[in-house]
Structure formats: structure tokens, C-alpha cells
């Protein structure tokens, strides 16, 4: 038993500076102080905030409800994780239970920032977390952001051919020659 509460509690590290956990670790002064965590990401309505001095806190307001749009956070959160990470920061992302809707952010993050297809990202997320498992309704709004990201990338590498390509057909004088 007490294997498995140690699994349950902590900070758990799902990349280079960004960790996962549930409410009870994330309001844990010593772990925070730790791992150094600057920035925490609160995905609940009701679970309480660390209070500690040194860093930056945000409330994702969503219950772990498959009804709940956890999408429309998808983008301001991956930004912020990403901004902290790039000031030098450590991020911490954490629910009550550490288990749906801090994993999805998490996986979202690596979705957007790590250009990861769902699966892979996800895998990550689990094998930092065994028990991350989002909801069957964050889930399908996880594939809905991969196909999102996955359209918004085929823009880009079309804008990205076509601008840098300075020659067109006629340039060419394509079909001119015998």
C-alpha cells in the first residue's frame, strides 16, 4: 500500500522543466522548493493554490466533467508553460488527482510545442504519470486539437513553399521545348 501512495504523491516530470501532479503534492512548499517550480497551473475550479512567494500561478476552471471545454484553454496554456520554460523557468500543471485534467494540458503542451502526434505526446504524459488518463470527453478534444495543429502546420509548409519558391511554370517556359 505504501508503494502505491508513493506513486500517487510528488511531482512527476513529463519533459525538461514541466511536471504533473495532483493538488496535495502541488501545495507541498518543500517539493515545490525542490524541483524549483516558478510557475503552477491550477486545472480545477476548487482545488487550492500552493502559497509560495517565488513564482506565478494560473486557475484553469474546468471541473473533470466529459461535458467541459478544456479545449479553448489548450493554446493560452501550452503558451504559458512554454514562456516559463523559456525564461528559465520550471512549470508545474496539476488537477486534483493528477489523473485527467492536468494530463491533457501536459499532453496538449507536448502536442503544440514538441510537434508530437496525440498517441506520442500522450505516451509521455503516462510514462511520467501511469495513472494520467484523461476523460473520454478531454480526449476527444485532445483529437480535435491534433487535427487542428495538424492543418495549421500544412498551412505553414504550403505558405512556406509557395513563398520561397521564386520560380513558377513560366519561368520555366515549361512545355516550350521540343
Known amino acids: 500500500i505504501s508503494k502505491l501512495i508513493n506513486l500517487r504523491e510528488g511531482l512527476f516530470k513529463v519533459a525538461d522543466s514541466l511536471f504533473i501532479s495532483n493538488s496535495k503534492s502541488a501545495c507541498c512548499e518543500s517539493l515545490l522548493s525542490q ?91 503516462k510514462n511520467a504519470r501511469p495513472m494520467a488518463e484523461p476523460n473520454a470527453g478531454f480526449w476527444s478534444q485532445l483529437q480535435k486539437y491534433e487535427d487542428h495543429l495538424q492543418r495549421q502546420q500544412q498551412r505553414s509548409l504550403s505558405s512556406n513553399t509557395i513563398s520561397h519558391n521564386k520560380y513558377t511554370d513560366s519561368d520555366y517556359n515549361v512545355g516550350k521545348f521540343l
Open 35 to 125: 524541483e524549483r517550480i516558478t510557475f503552477c497551473i491550477n486545472v480545477s475550479r476548487q482545488q487550492p493554490f500552493p502559497s509560495f512567494q517565488q513564482g506565478q500561478l494560473l486557475r484553469i476552471p474546468v471541473f473533470d466533467d466529459p461535458s467541459e471545454d478544456l479545449y479553448k484553454y489548450f493554446e493560452h496554456c501550452s503558451y504559458a508553460i512554454e514562456d516559463t520554460i523559456q525564461r528559465g523557468g520550471n512549470c508545474l500543471v496539476y488537477c486534483k488527482n493528477g489523473r485527467s485534467r492536468s494530463a491533457t494540458i501536459c499532453t496538449a503542451y507536448l502536442m503544440k510545442h514538441q510537434k508530437l502526434r496525440l498517441k506520442d505526446a500522450f505516451e509521455i504524459v
